[in-house]
T-cell receptor, first 111, second 110 residues
Framework: ETGVTQSPTHLIKTRGQQVTLRCSSQSGHNTVSWYQQALGQGPQFIFQYYREEENGRGNFPPRFSGLQFPNYSSELNVNALELDDSALYLC??????????FGPGTRLTVL | KNEVEQSPQNLTAQEGEFITINCSYSVGISALHWLQQHPGGGIVSLFMLSSGKKKHGRLIATINIQEKHSSLHITASHPRDSAVYICAVEGGTSYGKLTFGQGTILTVHP
């Protein structure tokens, strides 16, 4: 149990739709990172938020966006969903860029 | 070539065997992580290393910065160790942004 929760657990959307995934960090953790894990692959870094500001971004298009809130929760938003967006989305929280604690993930299926 | 390479990709062992999973990386790093992922997706951080060796229970992780290589060892393996083990590195100037290997699928039979 890492103290990091994600919702929903599973989600099915259709191409072109928009989705919001949520992450609740461990209390006091000021950093959250989001990762996309396609089936059979290692996770890929999407972006990181540190004290509510974006602190780096991986190789993902602008239709992937995020927010971090003062209550340690965060969101990942994906617009104009594509079939290839089907994946497990993981968030990880940490205090000042130290050891990351991962949530259980949200499995997104795009039909 | 991926920045982080793990071997083997699949590993099958009998209960009680000593297991080694290897990780090689090609970039300068500030830290290397070993993670465990069970079916269903949840990831647990096992170790975060920047030098030397760490031990936790039956798990041992080592890193050789000069050779850009790390190993994860499991002593007296048990079926509950069956999982995907992932090596991930943090770049020298990219604190907190992990680059992951493809993972090693470990199956331990009773």
């Amino acid at each position: 149990e890492t103290g990091v929760t994600q919702s929903p657990t599973h989600l099915i959307k259709t191409r072109g739709q928009q989705v919001t995934l949520r992450c609740s960090s461990q209390s006091g953790h000021n950093t959250v990172s989001w990762y996309q894990q396609a089936l059979g692959q290692g996770p890929q870094f999407i972006f990181q938020y540190y004290r509510e500001e974006e602190n780096g971004r991986g190789n993902f298009p602008p239709r992937f966006s995020g927010l971090q809130f003062p209550n340690y929760s965060s969101e990942l938003n994906v617009n104009a969903l594509e079939l290839d967006d089907s994946a497990l989305y993981l968030c990880a929280s940490s205090l000042d860029l130290n050891t990351q604690y991962f949530g259980p993930g949200t499995r997104l299926t795009v039909l | 070539k991926n920045e982080v390479e793990q071997s083997p990709q699949n590993l099958t062992a009998q209960e009680g065997e000593f297991i080694t999973i290897n990780c090689s990386y090609s970039v300068g790093i500030s830290a290397l992580h070993w993670l465990q992922q069970h079916p269903g997706g949840g990831i647990v951080s096992l170790f975060m290393l920047s030098s030397g060796k760490k031990k936790h229970g039956r798990l041992i992780a080592t890193i050789n910065i000069q050779e850009k290589h790390s190993s994860l060892h499991i002593t007296a393996s048990h079926p509950r160790d069956s999982a995907v083990y992932i090596c991930a590195v943090e770049g020298g100037t990219s604190y907190g942004k992990l680059t992951f290997g493809q993972g090693t699928i470990l199956t331990v039979h009773p």
